[in-house]
């Protein structure tokens, strides 16, 4: 038997010979996985003993992390905007810079001063329903209609629904964007593939090799798909309606013109993240 202390550092070691990021932390992490607890166990105990079983399968996970799997899939949870959600290969890992997008979301519709069963939101390319079901949390009386091509992908959508109870306001709709959608919504809210086919290459193996390229390329130039939500984004929209997309650093500057092609009468704001990157493009109708 091993301890603590002397298998977080064997696996350290390993992670930053593959060129993981944050090596002691992921170790950490995927050995509170392996015993079933939590880090701040595995900081306060370096000296308990490992048991067999508790090593083979940190081994496991630690190989398997030395291999570029992302830690999420390994663990099968993520967490976004204060809530674990279920992630595994059939969807994108939700990213922490799509809080904003939620952020946001919430300051508008509660903006609107609409009675709060009367809100409608969609949420497009659900995936793992992160924007969806934090929504739905955050508005206890709205409806969200959780939108995806995907049946794999509302598969977890719904299972994330049921985990924090929302399930009966995210309904899910199998889809190609907004043609599922049976009503004029408030807010439209989507983080759509935005990637760069050209970028494809240079993009970290845990991204490239793990996790679904439908959700991620956006085509030549990464807009392809956020462009044909635009041009059909129109008659979906209540009187005053808004819509949030998601969008890379270097996007700003296109976005803001193609929602101004589709929306020449609307106010179109490009807000930045935390690192003062743009990351969403705001169309306010």
């Not at 004029?184 to 759509?192: C, E, K, M, S, Y």
């Not at 798909?225 to 929209?237: E, M, N, S």
């Not at 808004?242 to 270097?250: K, N, P, S, V």
Request: net charge negative; proline share 7%; hydrophobic share 45%.
């Amino acid at each position: 038997m091993i301890e603590v202390r002397q298998a977080v550092r064997e696996a350290v070691q390993a992670l930053d010979r593959e060129g993981v990021e944050s090596p002691r932390l992921e170790a950490e992490l995927l050995l509170a996985h392996a015993v079933g607890t939590n880090r701040a166990w595995v900081l306060a105990h370096p000296e308990r003993q490992l048991t067999p079983k508790e090593v083979t399968r940190f081994r496991d996970l630690a190989g398997r992390r030395a291999q570029r799997e992302p830690l999420a899939y390994i663990t099968g949870e993520r967490e976004f905007f204060g809530l674990e959600l279920a992630v595994d290969p059939r969807v994108l890992i939700p990213r922490p810079e799509t809080e904003l997008l939620v952020e946001r979301g919430l300051e508008l519709v509660r903006r609107l001063g609409n009675p709060p069963d009367q809100l409608l939101v969609a949420d497009v390319g659900a995936g793992s329903g992160a924007i969806a079901v934090a929504l739905a949390v955050h508005l206890p009386a709205a409806t969200i209609y959780a939108l995806d091509e995907s049946a794999n992908s509302l598969a977890v959508t719904a299972k994330n629904a049921q985990r924090h109870g929302v399930e009966k306001r995210v309904r899910c709709l199998l889809g190609n964007l907004l043609e599922p959608l049976p009503e004029a919504v408030d807010l439209i809210a989507a983080n759509l593939p935005y990637v760069g086919s050209e970028e494809w290459d240079a993009l970290a193996p845990e991204i490239r090799e793990h996790e679904p390229r439908g959700a991620l390329d956006g085509g030549p130039g990464g807009l392809e798909v956020i462009r044909r939500l635009l041009a059909t984004a129109g008659p979906h929209l209540r009187p005053g309606g808004t819509i949030l997309i998601e969008i890379g650093a270097q996007q700003g500057p296109a976005a803001r013109a193609l929602a101004a092609e589709h929306f020449p009468q609307a106010r179109i704001d490009v807000l930045q993240d935390y690192a003062r990157l743009d990351r969403l493009v705001v169309v306010q109708t």
